[in-house]
Each structure stands twice: as structure tokens, then as C-alpha cells.
């Protein structure tokens, strides 16, 4: 029989105040669109993120934005880059690199662009491509030189060429790869370095025409750190002419792993290291890997990889051995909300964080804690204070914690999004079995079998107990009153397993009880 993983959660106290170690909100002097795009945690024990926010006079453009906190969550410093007409200013990704400083990646004044600081905040120097262009994936620091991509439009051109380039750490152009691919736009969308054997691979997507639309095939080129292309490769499924791009890639050193999308569908394909063809995964979803936080290599050699970019109400976390055999699928699923998988991270407890977008209104963000068998732990809410927020990405601190960050909408305006930071603390003050002792006379024990939720409650009193049942974004699905007399009562509660996981309160004489219920059959 296949394995159901049905969560129940008493959820007040466990999803909100209980975890929540501090939350900063970062509302841009242009009143718009304002979001920290990705979190990182540094050797000095402080928290950096960068994004863009709506700057004055500005208000409908954007900036390059880098901020610091300390672990308490208080602001250390800011840098915002405000240029003239900033409409295509934006900090994608940031790393810390070996020599201790930062480099973050992204657009300036519609130009590819990186920018080094220093961990005070101090700009070293900014480094722009003459071509516009966009670098809007990983920038990675090794050897002592800065490695990163996306995309150029080259004079004279209206379709966007592959651009992968190198940098001194003092910021010089050290080169740059151009795959050109005429008359359709391609784009890099992923970089990992292959620090065994000296090799930078990138993933992307290129474009070509097609039988009934126009193609898009998942594209992986290996350079040396010297910039010389060593191989390409190309994935093509001529009979599905629809999208099929390299989303996200990572490296063991022995094999290559390219996730991305095929047609609405999610994709993983593995290579060896010289470019040769070894298996691909393909997951029936209806959703796809989309971003380059999708995929991470767990400590334990496996994969582990979250798919939500697509049509249906939920995201999959899932997980691959190194030879492509599938170990177990996790659909977090919501009635309601449109889940898009964004981010994950592994935490120094050896669980698997994620956070994601929750696309729509009146939902908030969310952390879900999964084992790296499978098992759900628990999702954390983070509090809306307009709902659509969006959760965009996670880190793991080496203290413990998990920091994460995204949007807001602002109180005052659903459409006002404000930057949003915050971290919490992944234990939490509750028990995984299926016994909940409130005192030592009052003691619920429960079963699950199928839709029916069965509690066996020992209660000293007679009295009322208000049950209510939620689903992972905080939505009401039910509630039921019961009337307990003293002694020993039996109840049952109609749930729904395809809503799983699924979380519960339970109120009686004024207070509020809470506990984690795990049940797995």
C-alpha cells in the first residue's frame, strides 16, 4: 500500500508566536514593490540579503538593494544603488567569498551588473557590462575569482545571447562566454562550480523554432576557469514541442544535475562529468522546477528537489538517489493557495527547510521542516498582515536557526509589497506521538483511519471543547463543538487526507491546547 502522511498540529502557538525569533519589514521611500530576493548567512555569524526596493522619486522603479542584520534581527546597514531612470536595477543573488567579502549579482541601469561590499557595507567596486543584460542566477566565488551568468543583448540586437562571466576579486574582467543562438533569445538561468575538477557548468534554455510554436530546449555548456567551452549539451524531445529549460544545477563532482521544466512537468537530468547523457527523472506534476534554490545535494550524497511552478494547489518536495531512482514524493497541498516551490536549504539538525510563494490573497508565508525520509514536521506560518506574501528564499544558520525572506503586503495597500526578513527557531515545544497530556487528568489519545479523526479524552470535568481543523495555509476547514461529560468521552472528527497536512486546536475552558500529531500509515 502506498504511504499517506496525514499531520495534524495544534496550531496556535506552534505556527505563529512560539517560533518567530524577530521579523524585520523594509518599506521603500517610492511606496511600491519592495522584496529581498535572497538570504544568505555569513562566517561572522550575521544575516545579508539583497533584492530591490521603490526608492523616491522613483516610484515605479527599482533599485539595487543589499542589506545586513545581526542575529537578533536588527539592522547592521543598508546599501541601496539609485541610479537615474533605475527601472532595471535589481540584487539577484549575493555569496560570501573566500576572502571575506560579498558579491552580489544582478542589474544596474538595465546592465548586467556585480557589485562587491565589504561585511560593513562599504562598496569595494561595481562592475557593468557595456550590453544591456541581466545576470539573474548564482554568483559564485572560487579560486579567487567571481564566477556568474544570465543574459546580453549585443549591440545592434534584439534577442538576448548566454553570458557567463569571470572576475578578479578586485574586480576585473578576467572573460566572458557568449553562446549565440541567432535570431531567438536564450538565457543562462544557473551556475555551479565543479571544485574537484576545475569546471563551471551552466544551465539555461535556448530557443528555436518548432513544429506547431516555438521550442525551448534545456541547454548545459562546461567551461575551465580559464573560459574555455569544453562541452555543450542539449536536451530535445522532438516529439513535445513545448518548454523544456535548465532551471537550477549542482554538482557532486562525479555527475552533473541539471532540474527544470518539461512542458508544465518537472525534469531532472544527470550527466557525468564530460557531458554524457546518464538518466533523467521525469514527475507528472503538473508543476515544474523554476528557480535555482530548487535543488540542493543533501549531506547524505541524495537529491532533494521541490517542484511547485504550475497550475495545481500545492508544491512537491521530493527526493532522488545519485543514480536517478526516485525515494519519496511529499505533496504539501492547499485548498486554496497556488504554492510556486522556490527555495530550499538543509539545516545543521539535517532536515530539509523550504519555503515558497503562496499565491494568494490572504495567505502567508511559509517554512516547511521535512525529514530526509519523507516525513512532514511541520509547516510555519509566517503572520500576514494583508496576505500574498511571498516566501523567496531560505537560509540555515550554523547557531540553528532559519532565516528567511520575501514580501509583505503592506497594511494599507494589498498591492504595496514591503521587503520582509525574519528568522525562527526550528524546535518547537511539542510531542510526535498520539497521546496529548494537558495535566495529568485531562489526556486525549487518538487514531486515524481514512476521513475519521478518532479522540479518546480523559477529562476530570464536564464541559464544552471547540475543535477546529485547518489546512498548511491557515484556512478554516472545519469546526465542531463537543459537550464532554466527566470521565471518559469518545468523539470522532471527519477529515479530509488530500488536504494533509492538516492542523488542529482544540479550546476548552478558555485556553487553548496545543500538540504536533504525526500519523503515518
Same mark, same amino acid.
Given at each position: ?74 539592522? =547592521? ?51 557593468? $557590462? ?196 526516485? =525515494? ?26 523550504? $519555503? ?111 475543535? =477546529? ?35 488542529? $486546536? ?16
Amino acid at each position: 500500500m502506498k504511504k499517506i502522511l496525514v499531520m495534524f498540529s495544534f496550531l496556535v502557538g506552534i505556527l505563529y508566536s512560539q517560533t518567530l525569533l524577530w521579523d524585520y519589514y523594509y518599506e521603500g521611500t517610492g511606496g511600491w514593490t519592495d522584496y529581498a530576493g535572497k538570504i544568505i548567512y555569513g562566517s561572522d555569524g550575521n544575516i545579508y540579503a539583497c533584492g530591490t526596493t521603490c526608492e523616491a522619486p522613483y516610484q515605479y522603479d527599482f533599485t539595487f538593494t543589499v542589506m545586513s542584520y545581526d542575529t537578533m534581527g536588527n539592522l =547592521r546597514w543598508q546599501y541601496i544603488k539609485n541610479t537615474v531612470n533605475n527601472s532595471g536595477d535589481e540584487a539577484v543573488y549575493i555569496t560570501e567569498g573566500g576572502d571575506g567579502n560579498l558579491y552580489v549579482c544582478g542589474s544596474i541601469a538595465g546592465k548586467l551588473a556585480v557589485v562587491s561590499l565589504t561585511k560593513d557595507g562599504n562598496e569595494r567596486w561595481v562592475y557593468q $557590462t557595456n550590453e544591456d543584460g541581466f545576470a539573474n542566477a548564482e554568483i559564485v566565488w572560487f579560486d579567487g575569482n567571481v564566477y556568474t551568468c544570465g543574459y546580453i543583448y549585443p549591440a545592434g540586437s534584439s534577442t538576448a545571447d548566454i553570458y557567463v562571466l569571470s572576475l578578479t576579486s578586485d574586480g576585473n574582467f578576467r572573460w566572458d562566454y557568449i553562446y549565440t543562438n541567432p535570431d531567438y533569445s536564450d538565457q543562462a538561468h544557473a551556475l555551479a562550480v565543479d571544485s574537484l575538477n576545475g569546471n563551471i557548468y551552466v544551465a539555461g534554455e535556448l530557443l528555436a523554432p518548432g513544429v506547431i510554436q516555438t521550442q525551448h530546449f534545456l541547454f548545459v555548456v562546461a567551461l575551465s576557469t580559464q573560459g574555455y567551452e569544453k562541452w555543450t549539451y542539449i536536451y530535445d524531445d522532438p516529439s513535445f514541442d513545448d518548454l523544456k529549460s535548465g532551471e537550477t544545477i549542482v554538482t557532486d563532482g562525479n555527475k552533473v544535475y541539471v532540474g527544470g521544466a518539461y512542458g508544465q512537468d518537472a525534469l531532472v537530468v544527470a550527466l557525468d562529468i564530460a557531458g554524457n547523457y546518464l538518466w533523467e527523472d521525469y514527475e507528472d506534476f503538473d508543476s515544474h522546477i523554476s528557480a535555482q534554490d530548487n535543488m540542493i545535494i543533501g549531506s547524505d550524497g541524495n537529491l532533494y528537489v521541490a517542484s511547485g511552478d504550475g497550475h495545481l494547489n500545492s508544491v512537491y518536495i521530493y527526493s532522488l538517489t545519485p543514480d536517478g531512482s526516485l =525515494r519519496w514524493v511529499n505533496n504539501i497541498a492547499s485548498s486554496m493557495a497556488s504554492f510556486k516551490g522556490v527555495s530550499l536549504t538543509e539545516g545543521v539538525d539535517g532536515d530539509i527547510y523550504a $519555503t515558497c510563494i503562496v499565491q494568494a490573497q490572504g495567505y502567508q508565508i511559509p517554512v516547511i521542516r521535512i525529514a530526509k525520509t519523507g516525513i512532514l514536521k511541520y509547516t510555519y506560518l509566517y503572520p500576514a498582515r494583508n496576505g500574498g506574501d511571498w516566501g523567496m528564499s531560505i537560509t540555515a544558520g550554523d547557531n540553528g536557526k532559519i532565516y528567511a525572506c520575501g514580501w509583505s503586503a503592506n497594511p494599507q495597500s494589498y498591492n504595496n509589497k514591503d521587503w520582509v526578513v525574519f528568522g525562527i527557531h526550528p524546535a518547537l515545544d511539542v510531542k510526535e506521538n498520539n497521546t496529548i497530556k494537558f495535566t495529568d487528568k485531562f489526556i486525549i489519545t487518538y487514531t486515524v483511519s481514512h476521513s475519521k479523526l478518532s479522540l479518546n479524552i480523559d477529562s476530570p470535568n464536564s464541559g464544552r471543547v471547540d475543535f =477546529r481543523i485547518y489546512d498548511p495555509a491557515g484556512r478554516i476547514l472545519s469546526s465542531e463543538s463537543k459537550i464532554l461529560s466527566a470521565g471518559k468521552n469518545k468523539i470522532f472528527l471527519k477529515i479530509d487526507p488530500q488536504n494533509a497536512p492538516l492542523f488542529i $486546536t482544540a479550546e476548552y475552558r478558555g485556553k487553548t491546547y496545543k500538540n504536533k500529531i504525526i500519523f503515518l500509515k
